[in-house]
């Protein structure tokens, strides 16, 4: 057969749409073809007893017990039909009943069963039963007491992501004076606190419902409908946002002092959690973070005394200095309080500034869990030498912050 010069363009123009029409419905049913299904269930332990560290998610007991179930989840479902579609679960509570506990569960699994949401749902729920009646290894289970419930994606999300002082994204090394850019979901607990939309402090998120700050963040502005909050690390791109409901500045702060630099923000409205947003753990109060140990100090504030804001969340990798080396004479001389601790270098270089006041001062644990340690309170300007960040020393503040908070 031969073709005329403009049927040849007909044709390769009709490949190229059939190509182009292929490859779009692929990446359709790639990239949205499956839907997430989220599922709440419960169920009896009867030979693991209460413990109230259950209550703690930074706790070894809390963090043992999860892991069991999660292995037997994984093992239920990579054992079934549902292998493919089974993506994680977590125990995102452990309750009292009488001595044991009951365990509360949410499970995600991805399929392309869009449209049969009741039928996955009956293999799933089968799936499981029969498993909890079988062999469970070390837990004795009392399938009796088994409940199964949908739950929508954002409560599902927010249980999956609970956990305190975890992270999803780590970005390597060390603007902070001598910081580095961060990573999104790397600083999860980062809050940007703003009057009138612009940002002024850093705060850190505690709980669905709480924020840490610095007391003279509110100095002349105490009216909590002047401010509001935002998550995620851009400034020019945040990822949530809520007004503020309540401010409680320590009754003992009194402008100018440095002393009880501390205030919590109430939202008006709780944030639910996402991989991108979550909470830092808090110390007990007893808790010891000994001189010299890793700290990292993040924020929005200026990258050198007197300069302008970043737009990327920055972090300073640094140590805690001794309270007896800062109250030096050519240190701060004796103007290090109970109530504060010391960050930074002697030789100066890593800092906060200007506009990090608030914003957490961290470290992690051996298991790589991040605790707040302080505040960012005050400095004589910004990573001079002899001058290191000074912060609110919150298992100072540990049962003040109980007292407001019931955290
Ligand atoms: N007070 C400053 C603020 O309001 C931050 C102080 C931290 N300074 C320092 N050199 N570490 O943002």
Known sequence: MKLTRSGKIALIFLVVIIVAAVIGVIVYFVVYGKTPFYYHISFKLTNVDYD?????????????????????MNKTFQASKL????????????????SKVIVDVVLKFKSCYNNNAARFRDRTRNILLQKLMGDT???????????????????????????????????????????????????????????????RCGAT???????????????????????????????????????????????????PSHDHDIAIVNLSKPVLYTTNIRKVCLPEANY??????????????SR?????????????????IDTVTCNNKEVYDSHIKNGMLCAGF???????CQGDSGGPLVSSDSRGIWFLVGVVSWGEECALPNKPGVYTRVTYYRNWITSKTGL
């Open 52 to 72: 109230s560290k259950f209550h703690k998610p930074y706790s070894q007991e809390y963090i043992d017990l999860n892991e069991r179930i999660v292995s037997l």
């Open 83 to 98: 292998r493919r579609q089974y993506v994680i679960s977590h125990v995102a509570k452990v309750r009292q009943a009488n």
């Open 137 to 199: 290894g070390s837990l004795c289970i009392d399938s009796s007491s088994f409940k199964f419930s949908d739950i929508d994606m954002d409560a599902a999300e927010n249980l999956l992501n609970i956990c305190c002082g975890r992270r999803t994204k780590v970005s390597p090394g060390n603007k902070i004076v001598g910081g580095l850019d961060s990573v999104e979901g790397e600083w999860p607990w980062q809050a940007s606190l703003q009057q009138n939309n612009i940002h």
């Open 205 to 255: 998120l505690i709980n669905n419902n709480w924020l840490l700050t610095a007391a003279h963040c509110f100095v002349n502005a105490k009216d909590p409908r002047e401010w509001s909050v935002t998550f995620g690390f851009l400034l020019s791109d945040p990822k949530l946002k809520r007004s503020v409901k309540n401010i409680i500045v320590h009754e003992k702060y009194k402008y």
């Open 288 to 301: 010891n973070f000994p001189a010299n140990s890793d700290v990292v100090v993040t924020g929005w504030g």
């Open 304 to 320: 050198k005394t007197d300069g302008t804001s970043p737009d990327v969340l920055q972090k300073g990798i640094m140590k805690i």
């Open 346 to 352: 002697l030789q100066g270089r890593v800092d906060a």
